[in-house]
């Protein structure tokens, strides 16, 4: 009877195996889970990860305004071939994207280069709980895909933040990074575009629009014919910074 028991025992071993193969799925899983938390403590991110991508992207670069929400007024901080604008946590002082460059204005408009990165394309947003570290994307990533870094102001390091590209949710989360959309708690920025009718025939162009909850959207940027996107909030809300350029 011995014999007859060794066949059964191997069998058993071999289901349990096979029982144990998918294992690698759930460690698979752990690493997208980590990616996630670690961009959802930056600001401006939704952790409602879609495809946010649309209006707004023909806005490549051009002058930086702010919206003043109490004032309910615009006013321009700087003129040029900017892009990717971000409030600093803690003060008015804006980074902003020229080629290459991450360039700090004051509030006053005074601009001055604090760092030139390769390949970069845009600034996401500051971390809510480490102010010197700013999310960013660069060109360049896996497959095709962005790569995602951190930068340190203070010590000029970028830091890579890894993904796994064959995971659905990290590359849904990296395409919500690319997006003009930003959620600040019950706030959400977006771009809109609108069509008017003129002399010459229909215009589009496309505008940044606030919306809180239990509130209708509202045109903050109010740019009269020319595209507005890029938009991002100050830490305490009452600022809204975005790239304007003249239409085509």
Not at 72 to 88: I, N
Not at 168 to 187: F, H, K, P
């Amino acid at each position: 009877m011995a014999v007859c028991l060794i066949p059964w025992l191997t069998g058993a071993a071999g289901s349990e195996k096979q029982a144990a193969k998918p294992a690698p799925a759930a460690a698979k899983q752990k690493a997208s889970a980590g990616f996630l938390d670690r961009v959802l403590k930056f600001l401006g991110i939704s952790d409602s990860p879609g495809t946010l991508k649309g209006p707004g992207d023909e806005v490549v670069k051009g002058d930086l305004w702010v919206a003043d929400l109490n004032l309910g007024s615009t006013h321009l901080l700087a003129k040029g071939s900017y892009r990717s604008p971000v409030f600093m946590p803690g003060s008015n002082d804006v980074l902003a994207l020229n080629g290459a460059d991450v360039m700090r204005f004051s509030g006053s408009g005074d601009g001055k280069k604090i760092s030139s990165i390769a390949g970069i394309t845009k600034l996401v947003g500051f971390a809510s709980n480490d102010p010197d570290n700013v999310l960013l994307l660069r060109s360049g990533g896996p497959e095709g895909h962005p790569q995602v870094a951190t930068l340190s102001i203070s010590m000029g390091q970028i830091t890579p933040v890894e993904y796994d590209p064959a995971s659905s949710a990290d590359l849904q989360m990296v395409e919500n990074l690319e997006g003009w959309t930003r959620i600040y708690g019950d706030r959400q920025l977006s771009v809109r575009r609108q069509t008017k009718q003129a002399l010459s025939g229909t215009t589009e162009s496309s505008d940044v629009f606030l919306k809180s909850d239990g509130q209708q959207l509202v045109d903050v940027s109010r740019c009269n014919g020319a595209n507005c996107g890029q938009p991002s909030l100050s830490a305490d809300g009452r600022l809204v910074i975005f790239v304007k350029s003249e239409a085509e």
